[in-house]
């Protein structure tokens, strides 16, 4: 009987024994089980959030990459207008001061006098057709010289002006006709010829076409043609002749900034009437007869003909 209880006991024991461990097990396995979920859903959570934090720092750094490059091609937009404008709008008006050697041709005796020297001075606008450049670089524009003032000096060997011509085409002098038929003479002294001074003077103003083209920062080059009504004006042996000419120019430049070198050639045709004898201004008085005075001293208009190479700096602002 006491071996009985014994072993009972023994196994109530055990048995209590597994059903603690057999508990503690299962709250160490819910335990366990609780942690590790608890750990990766907060990392699951954590990695969702840092996602989207990234997504937006990436957005806000797009943003300021964008905003950056708006404020740089504005920037480079800006300083390309203001470029254009320092090389085209700021350089628009012109002022040339020309050296020239210049040629006068009587066309009904063919002769012709070199100048001595020739000076001009110019000055006008170009009125550019459009805004932009085409290709970056070429304007065509309207040149409009708000006038030109050509100047010339010639000496007249000849002694067309004062006489001496005409009095050796009807042999005079001795020499015949050999003086004009040769167009030279021998000596002045045994013809009696005299020289002569003669100037030339032409007020204009100027329109046409031109073509401009800027290659490189503030280099420019261009080409033009321009028509000049102009009223041109003769004096020799004290006879001033005036009259309209149409003159026309064509020519070319390189400028860099303000300073602008250039050629032309100019060229045209008039027609002189000799209207005033500066001798006769002499006899005015109070009882002289204006009309009466000029009496005589009209030889009818003669055709003549211009043509001249001018350089020229320019000065554009």
Do not use: C
Not at 110 to 116: F, L, Q, R, V, Y
Not at 196 to 216: F, H, L
């Amino acid at each position: 009987m006491k071996y009985k209880i014994f072993f009972a006991s023994v196994l109530l024991m055990f048995v209590a024994s597994v059903q603690q461990v057999s508990a503690q097990d299962a709250v160490v396995t819910t335990t366990s089980a609780d942690s590790i979920a608890t750990e990766f859903g907060e990392e699951a959570v954590y990695d969702n959030a840092r996602d989207s934090e990234l997504d937006s720092l990436r957005q806000v750094v797009n943003q300021l990459q964008s905003s950056v490059e708006t404020v740089k091609d504005a920037q480079a937009e800006s300083e390309k207008d203001a470029l254009n404008k320092k090389i085209w709008n700021d350089r628009a008006k012109y002022f040339n001061i020309y050296y020239s050697n210049q040629s006068l041709t009587q066309e009904d005796i063919n002769g012709t006098w070199k100048s001595d020297f020739g000076a001009a001075i110019a000055m006008g606008k170009t009125f550019y057709l459009h805004k932009k450049p085409i290709l970056g670089m070429i304007k065509f524009g309207i040149d409009w010289s708000y006038f030109d003032i050509n100047f010339a000096k010639y000496t007249d060997d000849w002694g067309f002006f004062n006489g001496d011509y005409d009095y050796m085409m009807n042999g005079g002098g001795g020499g015949g006709n050999y003086w004009y038929e040769n167009g030279s003479y021998y000596d002045d002294y045994m013809y009696g010829i005299s020289s002569e001074d003669v100037y030339q003077a032409e007020i204009a103003t100027a329109i046409g076409v031109s073509v401009t083209i800027n290659p490189y920062d503030h280099i420019k080059a261009a080409g033009y043609f321009r028509v000049a009504p102009s009223y041109s004006m003769l004096y020799a042996a004290e006879d001033f002749s005036g009259s309209y000419g149409t003159f026309f120019m064509a020519g070319g430049s390189i400028a860099y900034k303000v300073i602008s070198l250039g050629v032309e050639a100019r060229w045209g045709k008039t027609k002189y009437d000799s209207v005033i004898n500066i001798d006769d201004l002499d006899e005015i008085d109070e009882d002289s007869n204006v009309d009466n005075m000029f009496e005589g001293n009209y030889d009818g208009s003669t055709k003549w003909k211009t043509g001249s190479v001018r350089f020229y700096i320019s000065f554009r602002f």
